[in-house]
């Protein structure tokens, strides 16, 4: 054990959950503390108001991603008689509120 790691930090699990842990660090050449480790070290949490913000991202996605599905299925339906410059409005228009989802700009993109 490293000298700066005195602490412990007790959790609950099943003798199933446990072996489970303990062959994932083996295969990844772990010590299951080093596992815990780095892989709480990448979790990231939300305050409620965030989880919210990150649902609602996810219903607009969603949303675009339908109306990407129908965008396409027009232009393969009407193939000849596509016009392009309408087709190219909504797609751009589906790129720009793609862009408006950015988790660059999430209120919590520094936090983890």
Known sequence: MSA????????????AERAEWHAKARSAGLTLSDLVRRSIGR????TVAHA??????TRELARLGNNLNQIARWANTHKEAIEAVEV??????????LSALDPAESPDADAH
């Open 43 to 46: 979790v990231r949490t939300w």
């Open 4 to 15: 700066g790691r005195a602490v412990w930090v007790k959790v609950r699990a099943t003798e």
């Open 88 to 97: 190219i409005a909504h797609l751009i228009a589906v790129d720009r509120a």
């Open 52 to 57: 919210e913000v990150e649902r609602g991202r």
